[in-house]
C-alpha cells in the first residue's frame, strides 16, 4: 500500500511537491503508527516534547524551504534555456 501512495505521489504532481512532502510524512506516520498499532509510547518530560515539537517544525519548514528552492532553481534552468533558443 505505501509503495502505491509514494508512485502515486509521484505521478501527481512535480517532484519538488511530492518529494518534500513523503520526506516529512514518512517520520511522522511512522511514529504515529507505532503508537496506534504497536502501542508504544514516549515516556518525556515537558522540556523533551517541547525540543520534539520544535524540531518537528524545523523539518517541517527546511523541507518545504528546499522544494520551494528547488523549484525557483528549475524555473530559471527553463527560462534560461528558452532564453537561448
Do not use: C, K, N
Not at 511530492?18 to 514516549?42: K, R, Y
Not at 522540556?47 to 523539518?59: F, P, Q
Request: charged share 10%.
Amino acid at each position: 500500500v505505501a509503495m502505491l501512495l509514494q508512485q502515486s505521489s509521484f505521478h501527481a504532481g512535480s517532484l519538488q511537491a511530492s518529494v518534500p512532502t513523503m520526506l516529512v510524512l514518512e517520520p511522522v506516520i511512522a511514529v504515529i503508527l507505532g503508537a496506534v498499532v504497536l502501542g508504544e509510547h514516549l515516556d518525556v518530560g515537558t522540556w523533551d516534547a517541547v525540543a520534539i515539537g520544535v524540531s518537528t517544525l524545523a523539518m517541517v519548514a527546511g523541507t518545504i524551504a528546499l522544494g520551494r528552492d528547488e523549484g525557483a532553481y528549475e524555473e530559471q534552468l527553463s527560462a534560461g534555456e528558452s532564453a537561448h533558443a
